[in-house]
């Protein structure tokens, strides 16, 4: 599982080597920790066109202070791009400056959503997403480039939670992504620092790999987590739970009886619904049995539709979701789909299918589940992630997979629980119905 590649390249003789051959060069990126939980260095924020929107307040609340030399981040307010002259203005603030990034810092543009009405606005806001990608891919040294569309044009207080995950260690694995965030009002939580406290989470195969960093993660944002996987992980879903104060509740998700006996297992409630549990029986279709169809639709994609049917149905999901309140302070549904759902894979036409299947479900029941039931559905797309599953995977596959992205390495685990947390997080109410990748901004896919 080790990448050790990348472990070469940071030792002197590995760093003479593989520059004089031309090698890619990943570095150690800057993840979140206790003693390092900012990017550090200073934040400088530029403007291109005529902006409505009051990004200060938002800024200064990021733990970022105020500078131009040797930018951690760097966030260029583009917004008000609405033609070519205005995008003249995204080369002129960023030319200057984007070579003093520091290593692992972040550029994030913020735009706004392409006004179908409105042929030249779309055209430059477009334009912003194949700059944001051309950009990531020229950064290097694990800095990364987003691109997140804000709906209210005057108020960054919406996008308060997506820009401080975006501007922090949390985001490190997170690049050539575009997000939207819509307009409204958002709960901020009490203690950004444990956003979920007080909350319960449920994170489906958490035992192991990515939905145990998931439960970790959560829990140190202060969420009660529920760690269910299958009776036969009940050791490691016991030992996952009671490292973090948590439950372990051992099921099968594809048991026909799985949402009820969930429902039953939650008789408080639930605030943050983690469906993470998957595997894959890869062949080639013409060598495809219908049992590695049927078992691989049937725990990535089928179970997902049935228990969150049941848990939306019997309102085991607390919306919190009256006006009143404001939408921040709602349920969220944060399902997992695969970066081969979105560029396809040999070998995965049933994996892909539905990874594929469960972006369908995200983006058709997004508004509804918000507008009935005050939760948003989202969904976590990860590229290589270092866990047992890509352990599995044959050694030249497993190298490329690693390499062809822009950071040059694989993601860890935590990585894609980080971004699962921003998306739980009771002031992403006006994240919704989005797909994000943590990739490294794969070569694969759009
Ligand atoms: N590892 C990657 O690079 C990668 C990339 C893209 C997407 N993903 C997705 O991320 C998720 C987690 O992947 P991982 O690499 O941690 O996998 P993993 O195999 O290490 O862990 C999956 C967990 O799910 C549990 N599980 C499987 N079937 C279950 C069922 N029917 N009921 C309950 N629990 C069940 C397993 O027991 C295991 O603990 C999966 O949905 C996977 O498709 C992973």
Redesign the pocket.
């Known amino acids: 599982m080790a990448d050790r590649y990348l472990r070469f390249t940071r030792t002197a003789p590995g760093r003479f080597l593989t520059r004089r051959l031309g090698l890619p060069q990943p570095v150690a990126l800057h993840r979140w920790s206790a003693e390092r939980p900012t990017l550090g260095g200073p934040l400088l924020h530029l403007t291109a066109g005529r902006s409505t929107l009051d990004l200060p307040p938002v800024l200064a609340r990021t733990g970022l202070a105020a500078g131009a030399e040797r930018p951690a981040a760097i966030v260029l307010d583009a917004t008000g791009v609405r033609d070519v002259d205005a995008l003249a203005e995204v080369h002129a603030a960023l030319h200057p400056v984007v070579r003093s990034v520091a290593e692992s810092g972040r550029v994030v543009v913020l735009g706004s959503p392409p006004d179908p009405t409105d042929h030249h606005h779309a055209a430059v806001q477009q334009a912003l997403e194949g700059f944001t990608r051309s950009l990531g891919k020229e950064m290097g040294r694990g800095r990364t480039v987003t691109l997140v569309r804000l709906a209210d044009a005057e108020s960054a207080e919406s996008a308060e939670s997506t820009l401080r995950f975006l501007l922090s260690p949390k985001s490190a694995y997170v690049s050539g992504q575009v997000v939207e965030v819509g307009s409204g009002d958002v709960v901020a939580p009490e203690d950004w620092a444990r956003p979920l406290a007080g909350r319960i989470a449920l994170v489906?195969?958490a035992?192991?790999?990515?939905?145990e960093a998931v439960a970790r993660t959560l829990a140190r944002d202060g969420a009660h987590v529920v760690c269910?996987?299958?009776p036969a992980?009940e050791a490691d879903a016991r030992r996952v739970a009671e490292s973090i104060g948590g439950t372990a509740l051992t099921l099968?998700?594809?048991a026909d009886d799985a949402g009820a006996r969930i429902a039953d297992a939650l008789p408080e409630g639930l605030d943050v619904l983690v469906h993470?549990?998957?595997?894959t029986r890869d062949r080639t279709l013409a060598n495809m049995t219908a049992e590695r169809w049927g078992s691989v639709l049937d725990?990535?994609l089928a179970s997902v539709l049935r228990t969150t049917d049941v848990l939306l149905a019997r309102g085991v999901l607390r919306g919190h979701g009256s006006p009143e309140e404001g939408r921040g302070g709602g349920g969220r549904i944060v399902v997992?789909s695969?970066?081969a759902g979105i560029a396809g894979n040999v070998g995965q036409t049933n994996y892909a299918a539905s990874k594929a299947g469960v972006i369908g479900l995200v983006r058709a029941l997004a508004p509804r589940a918000q507008a009935e039931h005050g939760v948003t559905v989202n969904a976590v797309a990860?590229?290589?992630?270092e866990?047992?599953?890509?352990a599995a995977v044959p050694l030249f596959v497993r190298e490329a997979g690693r390499r062809m992205n822009s950071l040059g390495q694989g993601g860890l685990?935590v990585d894609v629980a980080e971004t699962v947390a921003w998306l739980s997080g009771p002031g992403s109410g006006t994240v919704n119905g989005q797909v994000v990748r943590i990739c490294g901004q794969s070569l694969l896919g759009a």
Do not use: C, E, Q, Y
């Not at 035992?207 to 939905?211: L, N, V």
């Open positions: 489906t195969g035992a192991r790999g990515i939905g269910l996987d299958v992980a099968d998700v594809t993470n549990a998957g595997i725990v990535n997992t695969s970066i990860p590229g290589f992630i866990t047992r599953m890509t685990p």
